[in-house]
């Protein structure tokens, strides 16, 4: 079965940097695009960042400039550098995966915690 299993949450400083890590184990194929979402208590559900197949990118408008997504096909990993970190962006960080053909399907991580507090 394909999962994804996420890392690199915790408690940082606001300014500080977090990498989010996110590894689709078992069949995976045709990955459209990966994603980060964050959600917040009382927050809605927000896509944070992207990256398709094709190598584009975009960003939510509170995280550009700060956030970088990238991936590692080889390993099938996708990241999330975070830097600057401000209270803001407490929330828990959940990674997709959006796999289209054969058949279309999106796969979720568990979601990892990020806090960021003095």
């Known amino acids: 079965q394909v999962q994804l299993v996420e890392s690199g949450g915790g408690l940082v400083l606001p300014g500080g940097s977090l990498r989010l890590s996110c590894v689709a184990s078992?069949?995976?194929?045709?990955?459209?695009?990966w994603a980060w979402y964050r959600q917040a208590p009382g927050n809605l559900h927000e896509l944070v960042a992207a990256?398709?197949?094709?190598?584009?990118?975009n960003y939510a408008d509170s995280v550009k400039g700060r956030f970088t997504i990238s991936r590692d096909n080889a390993k099938n990993t996708v990241y999330l550098q975070m830097n600057s970190l401000k209270p803001e962006d407490t929330a828990v960080y959940v990674c997709?995966?959006?796999?289209?053909?054969?058949?279309?399907?999106?796969?979720w991580g568990q979601g990892t915690q990020v806090t960021v507090s003095s």
């Open positions: 997709k995966a959006e796999q289209r053909g054969d058949p279309d399907f999106d796969y």
């Open positions: 990256i398709t197949s094709g190598g584009s990118t």
């Open positions: 078992g069949s995976i194929f045709n990955i459209y695009a």
